[in-house]
């Protein structure tokens, strides 16, 4: 169309005007083209996806056409929805007739929750022009249960379930709840369970504790059960949610075409099934928080709440007034047991008392629901008058009753003396008959006039030998330990080192058990083991996983650098004759004993390659 015009043009103005004046109008026409392609601003918004799992993220695209926004934009807070600004990227296309230029910003959109959302349209005011797009729909599916219908469940390979056994709690009761990981029988492996998210507003989370497997048939489909135990704590009352609990799981599906064999299965060898991180959800569980009962609290309760039993010894209970006396108590039983406090006892108003010590609780279970705590205080009797020791109390809220129950240990007797130092008796002594005035006991001793026995003194400690080299132990130890310091930050700053020593702790037990696998004839195991140590050396060789290995290295990396030929043929040998055990397994024990010795060569001509 644009030639088309310009021959129109050309031909008005050769009647009037000269040649220059139609080479710009050509121009200028080219130019009122380009101008009105740059002049028209656009923005368009998408999403890569409407429908997503709760657990994973949509990205939205935000795209200007003709102008440029400089920057990221601040959009508009929607309610359970996470908007991060991921990047941006420019695009310049130029086409005869038409010239655009767009800048794409592109966010992460994460839900927190299940349910359908809506983007809302976005108006933005751009160099005096006023752009504004079209509202978005999201919506955000539940991965947590399996579906209902066999169809649906049939897709999943892992699934997460949430089961709170009680629906109704006190404020501070200690309870578990059970986070069970469904796995269809047949994946090849588990990896990489990541809890992203635990919402529990109003819960304190304790220790968790990872159960026994088991099996569980859900349709018609055989699962795995992973089960995970969470220790929670209601910390306020009122209706609280639990969840939804989000986590992602790895899992090792088995190729479609892979062949099933005993011996040679890529698994186990060269790796092989396809992985995949899949998201996990539960649904939200409500549990009720009941607030501890006003109505016939002790006067001593401290806000203990579950079931507990009490021991007291008193010790000692013959002493005077102003002498220490040490109680001791020990609270059994299960709860917060880390938590448990020794009240303050009314009774104790003639004992001057000191705080109470608590040693570290001894727990009898994983989640230290279950178990001990030990408590001393020392208290003073102050006067002789006292008798007894007034029982010990301690108050605590039984969530299973439903109701205060207090301990009270039995009084104690006491024998208190008064207190004060005591003066010693005198004595009086008799006279012997005869000695009116005996001699006056002798306060000075006399000078000894003679030196008496003489013995020869021993040379000082520093003349002996024993004792100098007893002195050079602590250096000896302190350089023995400096070299296995230095020793170890060697190892630790050298990954090439570490590896190969543990690749060469590796090789020397595979050859033992290499020799044990072929006196037993067990040609499976055999071969196994020996594409595993062809695998580790050459690994180690080429810096690469062992995992990685396969016959093509022999070709790829091994012959340019300079491996000989002969070694080059012994390793298609080696490599052949696994192949070859896939389809015939079954060898004699000289056959496979005959095969360590090359096995044992090769292996040092590799150790010896430059890396």
């Not at 004046?21 to 080219?30: K, Y």
């Not at 009122?238 to 005993?262: C, H, K, Q």
């Not at 002195?471 to 990954?495: D, H, I, Y």
Request: glycine fraction near 6%.
């Amino acid at each position: 169309m644009l030639t088309r015009l310009l021959k129109i043009g050309c031909e008005w103005h050769s009647r009037s005007f000269s040649k220059l004046r139609c080479v710009s109008a050509f121009i200028l026409l080219v130019l009122c083209s380009a101008s009105s392609a740059f002049c028209a601003a656009s923005l368009t918004t998408s999403l890569d996806r409407d429908t997503i799992t709760l657990g994973e993220s949509a990205t939205l695209s935000l795209t200007f056409v003709g102008t440029d926004p400089q920057g990221a934009l601040n959009l508009p807070a929607i309610p359970n929805l996470q908007v991060v600004h991921a990047g941006q990227s420019s695009q310049f296309n130029f086409a005869p007739g038409q010239t655009a230029s767009s800048v794409t910003h592109n966010y992460t959109v994460t839900p927190q929750q299940v349910g359908d959302f809506t983007i809302p349209a976005l108006a933005i005011d751009l160099g005096g022009q006023r752009l504004t797009s079209q509202p978005l729909k999201l919506k955000v599916l539940q991965p947590g249960a399996p579906p209902a219908d066999a169809a649906a469940l049939a897709e999943q390979q892992a699934f997460l379930r949430l089961v709170v056994p009680k629906a109704e709690v006190y404020v501070g009761e200690v309870f578990t709840v059970e986070l069970q990981l469904y796995v269809r029988q047949g994946v090849q492996n588990i990896a990489g369970f990541n809890l992203t998210a635990v919402p529990a507003d109003g819960f304190t989370v304790g220790k968790s504790v990872q159960g026994q497997q088991r099996q569980a048939q859900v349709g018609n489909v055989l699962w795995t059960v992973v089960p995970f135990t969470h220790a929670l704590t209601a910390v306020r009352a009122g209706a609280l949610a639990l969840g939804p609990i989000t986590a992602t799981v790895v899992v090792e599906l088995p190729s479609a075409n892979r062949r099933r064999d005993r011996f040679f299965d890529p698994f186990n060898f060269f790796g092989g099934g396809e992985q995949r991180q899949i998201p996990l959800a539960t649904e939200t569980k409500a549990v009720q928080s009941l607030p501890l009962p006003k109505e016939n609290a002790p006067p001593n309760f401290n806000g203990s709440v579950g079931t507990f039993t009490m021991d007291v010894s008193v010790g000692p209970t013959n002493v005077a007034a102003g002498d220490p006396i040490t109680i001791k108590v020990q609270l059994s039983g299960r709860g917060a047991i880390e938590l448990l406090n020794l009240p303050d006892q009314p009774g104790w108003r003639d004992f001057k008392t000191y705080p109470a010590t608590a040693k570290p609780a001894e727990t009898a279970d994983p989640l230290g629901l279950q178990g001990t705590k030990m408590f001393e205080q020392v208290v003073v009797p102050q006067n002789a008058e006292i008798k007894s020791l007034p029982p010990v109390s301690f108050s605590f809220f039984d969530s299973e009753q439903k109701q205060y129950r207090t301990l009270t240990s039995p009084e104690v007797k006491l024998v208190v003396r008064p207190g004060g130092s005591t003066v010693a008796p005198t004595i009086v002594g008799l006279k012997p008959a005869g000695q009116d005035n005996p001699p006056p006991a002798q306060d000075i001793v006399h000078i000894k006039p003679r030196l008496g026995a003489v013995a020869q003194i021993q040379p000082p400690l520093v003349h002996q030998p024993w004792f100098l080299a007893l002195q050079s132990v602590p250096v000896l130890v302190w350089l023995a330990a400096f070299v296995w310091r230095k020793r170890t930050e060697m190892l630790a700053n050298n990954p090439r080192l570490r590896r190969q020593r543990q690749v060469a702790q590796v090789i020397r037990a595979g050859l033992e058990e290499l020799r044990r696998q072929a006196a037993g004839n067990k040609s499976d195991e055999f071969f196994a083991t020996l594409v595993r140590l062809l695998q580790e050396q050459l690994g180690e060789r080429l810096d690469l996983p062992a995992s990685a290995i396969t016959e093509a290295v022999i070709e790829e990396r091994l012959k340019p650098r300079g491996m000989p030929e002969a070694t080059l043929a012994v390793l298609h040998e080696l490599f052949q004759s696994c192949n070859v055990a896939r389809y015939a397994p079954v060898r004699s024990s000289q056959e496979l004993s005959a095969l360590v010795p090359k096995l044992e060569t090769t292996l040092r001509e590799l150790q010896s390659l430059k890396t």
